[in-house]
């Protein structure tokens, strides 16, 4: 049994260490360079990197990285030994702050969106101090930024930590305005459960689909899916328990809060949540927790799936953004407290959050626009593509009072009578929960349910912390002016609320009546990828992030062209491994199969030539009729995957590859998997969804 206080961040060189091991005025100014965001002298970084190194050998390291976040969507790594040649041919372990502080990979090879030319290779690696080190397979990982020669940002780290500043200024005008002058730093604070599936790696390997493409393209409903509902908390196997005891001491070994873990709705599906850490290192630790769940889940035989629709016919994944701001006093600005409608400061706040929802839409959904979450997004088991916030009964009659200027009347907490004698009587919350918003307020915090679980977080708080800054910002500019905070507050949450209520939903976002009404709202719907991204530069857009200093016009459109090309590169990648598996293991499958029905009835007839018609016959008859539609249909595909060339223009391809090339795929996977269902299990190609939904002990 592990001692969790002992190896927690045992592998980090965290708060503790840095005291262990830096001189006390090297401790200090890096602490100030931390909290406070002040330049790191280079005779500073030199005993950091002494001292840093030191630490890493000590514990079995004999290389660094720089460990940065390209628009890859993966962490990037770039491993250099400590070792540094003496006479004689001996070497010693070196590291200098020079290489603390910067690096230099090859920017050429990394996606730009055209920032960067083939032959324009240089690149720089920035180290973010505000994020610990840590020792990952015998090497150092330094989490650092990532920019163009030229300036430009190449990464997702760099505009988080800017959105994370501009928050900080523009609550903090806030702060002051109401008599806060012992806050001196804001931070947003992020929790993301994370969804996944576990297979067995046996099974995954059976699966081209699974292998090239993270889901499945083809594969018949098993007779047992997610109805019963009896795998949601249900009791964990004892290989996934193992695995999660593992992937728990490992993650506390790397200062990661792993806190909660069950058994999620679909099989093989599982969640586990870590406790709120601030938006920069709870985005890193994110990184760092898929990735060490892919590599323990190998060492169990497990390959675990993040793609947010592996499996059709059960609920996906997805990855619960928890996003708060609290000060470095520890104050939660989002706790509405025990009387709301007197907490005008709060009303503030949460009078912010509601404007900048509604406002941007557009960029809420491009946040979490992807080629997987497209699968997801409003399949009745995630919230759907149209945003709105779900506030609770309670604080809706909050706004209400303030909106029609009427009494509030705060609702007395109802106890929850058990009825059994055994049982304690207990406190009901004031509101139930909504599991169907897209954007639910939960009690002190915000729980963006939209995010895909394979989805690096840092684009979405990046969003987050920018609308909400600049409705902030233009807050703060009308306070700040008034004689009465207090009236100016109240009239200000009265119009914003009055002006923004049709994003506010209380009620079920699965319902066609929603769709509808949300219609009439004037609330965006966009369903897809294709659809949403070239909003991102929306001139109202580019103004925005230009404002506060986010991304520049130029890095915009490089990263809206980068989506756009990813999302077709992905799309084609699928129908090519389609067209794989249909022309290379189904047909001669269904072929084979049709053959050996085929002469079982030339047999039977050979004994009794007065059988007219044969089971075998009838089906024989099905299986041509479907395999002469099926091989159509890969020619429709194939003519799909040719005529995207033709298509010029990244938003015009994206959109092609979506309408023409996944519709085909759709189609042909329909008729493969009626032909799975008439087909003997011996001789499909195939592991089925049964298998490997229910394989797993």
Not at 226 to 240: A, N, S, W
Not at 268 to 281: G, K, M, R, V
């Amino acid at each position: 049994m592990a001692n969790v206080p002992e190896i927690f961040g045992s592998l980090v060189f965290n708060d503790a260490a840095m005291k262990e091991k830096l001189p006390k005025g090297t401790y200090k100014a890096l602490k100030k360079t931390i909290e406070e965001g002040k330049p790191l002298d280079i005779n500073i970084a030199n005993v950091v990197a002494h001292a840093m190194k030191e630490w890493a050998i000590e514990h079995g390291a004999t290389h660094f990285t720089h460990w940065f976040q390209p628009m890859t969507g993966v962490p990037a790594e770039k491993h250099d030994s400590f070792i540094s040649p003496t006479d004689g041919g001996a070497v010693i372990m070196e590291f200098s702050g020079k290489e603390l502080i910067k690096g230099e990979p090859d920017a050429s090879s990394f996606p730009s969106g055209g920032i960067r030319a083939t032959f324009e290779a240089r690149g720089y690696t920035a180290w973010d101090p505000t994020s610990y080190a840590f020792i990952k397979d015998g090497s150092l990982c330094i989490p650092t930024a990532f920019c163009s020669y030229t300036g430009e940002i190449l990464d997702k780290k760099t505009p988080l930590l800017r959105s994370m500043e501009v928050l900080n200024t523009q609550a903090l005008r806030i702060l002051r305005v109401f008599g806060d002058d012992e806050t001196v730093r804001v931070q947003t604070t992020v929790g993301p459960e994370q969804e996944y599936f576990l297979v067995d790696k046996d099974v995954y390997k059976k699966r081209k689909d699974l292998i090239y493409c993270g889901r499945t393209l083809f594969g018949a409903r098993p007779p047992k899916g997610q109805e019963l509902e009896d795998h949601y908390f249900g009791t964990i196997k004892p290989r996934v328990s193992a695995y999660m005891k593992e992937l728990d001491e490992t993650l506390w070994k790397y200062g990661i809060y792993a806190k909660t873990k069950h058994n999620e709705v679909a099989p093989a599906q599982h969640e586990l949540a870590p406790i709120f850490d601030s938006s920069n290192i709870a985005t890193d630790h994110n990184q760092l927790t898929m990735a060490t769940m892919k590599d323990i889940a190998e060492k169990h035989g497990f390959v675990c799936l993040l793609h947010e629709k592996p499996f059709a016919g059960v609920n996906g994944s997805g990855k619960h953004n928890n996003w708060s701001m609290s000060t470095n006093t520890g104050k939660n600005l989002l706790d509405p407290t025990k009387n709301p409608r007197e907490n005008t400061q709060f009303l503030v706040f949460l009078a912010a959050v509601i404007r900048a929802v509604d406002d941007h839409q557009d960029l809420l959904r491009i946040a979490v626009a992807s080629a997987g979450n497209d699968h997801r997004l409003g399949a009745n088991e995630a919230p759907p593509a149209i945003l709105s916030m779900y506030l609770g009964d309670d604080l809706t009659d909050v706004l209400h009072s303030v909106v029609y200027d009427e009494e509030y009347r705060k609702q007395e907490a109802p106890i929850m009578e058990t009825n059994a004698d055994v049982l304690p009587n207990f406190v009901k919350d004031t509101s139930d929960r909504n599991r169907t918003s897209p954007f639910a307020f939960t009690g002190n915090k915000f729980e963006f349910r939209m995010v895909g679980s394979s989805e690096n977080i840092a684009c979405t708080n990046t969003i987050l912390n920018t609308i909400v800054a600049d409705a902030l910002s233009d807050f703060a500019d009308e306070l700040e002016k008034a004689d009465d905070v207090k009236a100016a507050a109240e009239k200000l949450v009265k119009e914003t609320v009055k002006a923004h209520q049709r994003i506010i939903f209380n009620g079920d976002n699965y319902s066609e009546e929603w769709v509808e009404e949300a219609a009439k709202r004037g609330l965006l719907n966009m369903r897809s990828l294709p659809e949403a991204l070239p909003h991102y530069t929306d001139e109202k857009n580019i103004k925005l992030f230009g404002k506060h200093g986010i991304y520049t016009e130029v890095e915009l459109k490089s990263r809206t062209e980068i989506i756009l090309e990813n999302y077709s590169k992905i799309i084609n990648i699928e129908a090519l491994t389609a067209l794989d598996m249909a022309k290379k293991d189904i047909v001669p499958a269904v072929t084979a199969y049709i053959r050996e029905l085929a002469e079982t009835a030339n047999l039977v007839k050979g004994i009794d030539p007065e059988l007219v018609t044969l089971p075998e016959t009838e089906l024989i008859k099905k299986l041509s009729n479907l395999l002469s539609c099926f091989v159509k249909k890969i020619d429709v595909l194939d003519k799909a995957v040719v005529g995207a060339k033709d298509v010029e223009g990244v938003a015009e391809n994206a959109m092609y590859y979506k309408e023409k090339v996944l519709g085909a795929m759709q189609e042909l996977r329909a008729v493969a998997d009626e032909m799975e269902s008439n087909m003997s299990a011996k001789l499909w190609p195939y592991p089925s969804y049964g298998t490997m939904l229910f394989s797993v002990s």
